[in-house]
């Protein structure tokens, strides 16, 4: 690797976690996390209810299959959260007319008014996150993201 990128990588010399990009990702999304889990206890949520739901608002009707891979998590991890927010009554879920192998899961009235308490509590902690940014700069931080993502997708 070119050695532009020696002080940010672990087994070089120069290197300081401060300088650690993903030290600082999984620092910020586990501080996220946990203000966010606060703000939704109160409502008997937590972060992977919330995940789903609102995967399940961007592409309702969804599989279990195409949600884990919207959330990049297991299959056995996804279809235990989706059984615990069907029992509560925020989705439900149905056999697919085409393939009976494949189980569809629609948001419910109760599952959208639930997004909307999450919405509003999670506002407090985005604008939190973001004081002191400009809408450029987060664009910016989000398409370097997305870049980085797409380098180390399968």
Same mark, same amino acid.
């Given at each position: 690797? !070119?050695?532009?990128?020696?002080?940010? %990588?672990?087994?070089?010399?120069?290197?300081?976690?401060?300088?650690?990009?993903?030290?600082?990702?999984?620092?910020?999304? !586990?501080?996220?996390?946990?203000?966010?889990?606060?703000?939704?206890?109160?409502?008997? %949520?937590?972060?992977?209810?919330?995940?789903?739901?609102?995967? %399940?608002?961007?592409?309702?009707?969804?599989?279990?299959?195409?949600?884990?891979?919207? %959330?990049?998590?297991?299959?056995?991890?996804?279809?235990?959260?989706?059984?615990?927010?069907?029992?509560?009554?925020?989705?439900?879920?149905?056999?697919? +007319?085409?393939?009976?192998?494949?189980?569809?899961?629609?948001?419910?009235?109760?599952?959208?008014?639930?997004?909307?308490?999450?919405?509003?509590?999670?506002?407090?902690?985005? +604008?939190?996150?973001?004081?002191?940014?400009?809408?450029?700069?987060?664009?910016?931080?989000?398409?370097?993201?997305?870049?980085?993502?797409?380098?180390?997708?399968?």
């Amino acid at each position: 690797m !070119a050695k532009k990128y020696n002080k940010f %990588l672990s087994g070089s010399a120069d290197f300081n976690l401060e300088n650690s990009l993903y030290h600082w990702i999984t620092q910020v999304h !586990a501080q996220y996390i946990q203000n966010v889990d606060h703000a939704l206890k109160k409502y008997g %949520l937590d972060n992977s209810r919330r995940r789903v739901l609102l995967a %399940l608002k961007s592409k309702n009707k969804a599989s279990v299959s195409d949600l884990s891979e919207m %959330l990049i998590s297991k299959m056995s991890t996804t279809t235990k959260v989706i059984y615990r927010l069907r029992d509560e009554g925020l989705v439900s879920t149905y056999c697919c +007319e085409k393939d009976a192998r494949i189980t569809r899961v629609l948001l419910t009235e109760k599952g959208q008014q639930t997004i909307q308490k999450i919405n509003d509590l999670s506002l407090i902690v985005l +604008e939190q996150s973001f004081d002191g940014l400009t809408p450029l700069q987060i664009e910016k931080m989000l398409d370097n993201l997305k870049h980085i993502f797409k380098n180390l997708a399968p």
